[in-house]
């Protein structure tokens, strides 16, 4: 089981970018699947990005598609979610989530986060004027 550390996490102006990382132990993060999830208070934690160690593809929730990205460096064990055209209702706590399977197909496609094995322990992201 990976252990995950969220960083980059602040206050930052409307239509403003953060760019989150999560950092892993261990050397085999390159073969899990990873997601990014958010949870404002009042409200379920809901997936926001997805990507697949084994087919390469990524997912997006409608709310954050074409304004976040996520990505990875192997090298660095780390994945980042940057996220550009902030809205305050992006405000949330951010939380990355590894599996490390089995994976079935189009695994972004399906329910991700009820597949996680590892959670960090989340960063905080303000949108604010």
């Known amino acids: 089981q990976v252990q995950l550390v969220e960083s980059g996490g602040g206050l930052v102006h409307p239509g403003g970018s953060l760019r989150l990382a999560c950092t892993a132990s261990?050397?085999?993060?390159?073969?899990?699947?990873v997601g990014w999830f958010r949870q404002a208070p009042g409200k379920e934690r809901e997936a926001v990005s997805c990507s697949s160690s084994t087919d390469g593809t990524t997912s997006y929730a409608e709310s954050v598609k074409g304004r976040f990205t996520i990505s990875r460096d192997a090298a660095k064990n780390t994945v980042y979610l940057q996220m550009n055209s902030l809205k305050p209702e992006d405000t949330a706590v951010y939380y990355c989530a590894a599996d490390g399977g089995p994976f079935p197909p189009n695994y972004c496609s399906g329910d991700i986060q009820s597949r996680m094995d590892a959670w960090g322990e989340g960063t905080l992201v303000t949108v604010s004027s």
């Open positions: 261990g050397p085999t993060f390159s073969n899990y699947a």
